[in-house]
């Protein structure tokens, strides 16, 4: 494997993690607490390597420019910056509802996870659209 390959793999951890967090959504709701609790750590955990593999890809291959123009450029800015944005809190967030959970403070891991969910999954999720949309459904090239 090479630095090139990586945001193929950022993609699939994303999407892997994705997957975890809706599933650990789908348990808890149907009070299944242990199979919840593994996603939840398997999604912190596929995360967790994300996170290095996109630190390492882009201290080595620097930046991507998204090639088109128009509408198409201005609909991808709005997802990547939002991305970005929300992006910054997972970390956090995800720290602090495993944190919580783990000491089994549930009412206060409840509060933080009304925000983590859906934020870590939109995160999770648009990382994916950035993804297709810088190397598949139109050219990239490096800086």
Same mark, same amino acid.
């Given at each position: 494997?090479?630095?090139?390959?990586?945001?193929?793999?950022?993609?699939? +951890?994303?999407? %892997?993690?994705? %997957?975890?967090?809706?599933?650990?959504?789908?348990?808890?709701?149907?009070?299944?607490?242990?199979?919840?609790?593994?996603?939840?750590?398997?999604?912190?955990?596929?995360?967790?390597?994300?996170?290095?593999?996109?630190?390492?890809?882009?201290?080595?291959?620097?930046?991507?420019?998204?090639?088109?123009?128009?509408?198409?450029?201005?609909?991808?800015?709005?997802? +990547?910056?939002?991305?970005?944005? +929300?992006?910054?809190?997972?970390?956090?967030?995800?720290?602090?509802?495993?944190?919580?959970? +783990?000491?089994?403070?549930?009412?206060?891991?409840?509060?933080?996870?009304?925000?983590?969910?859906?934020?870590?999954?939109?995160?999770?999720?648009?990382?994916?659209?950035?993804?297709?949309?810088?190397?598949?459904?139109?050219?990239?090239?490096?800086?």
């Amino acid at each position: 494997m090479t630095i090139a390959d990586l945001p193929h793999v950022n993609a699939a +951890l994303n999407s %892997i993690s994705a %997957i975890l967090i809706v599933l650990g959504y789908v348990f808890i709701r149907r009070k299944r607490v242990s199979a919840h609790r593994a996603c939840m750590i398997g999604a912190t955990i596929v995360s967790a390597f994300f996170l290095t593999s996109y630190l390492v890809y882009h201290y080595s291959a620097g930046h991507t420019r998204f090639a088109q123009t128009g509408v198409v450029k201005i609909v991808y800015l709005l997802i +990547l910056f939002s991305h970005i944005a +929300l992006a910054v809190a997972v970390p956090v967030l995800v720290a602090l509802a495993l944190y919580r959970a +783990l000491r089994n403070e549930i009412e206060r891991h409840r509060k933080i996870v009304k925000w983590a969910f859906p934020i870590w999954l939109y995160v999770s999720v648009t990382g994916v659209l950035v993804y297709l949309m810088l190397y598949h459904l139109y050219p990239a090239r490096a800086v």
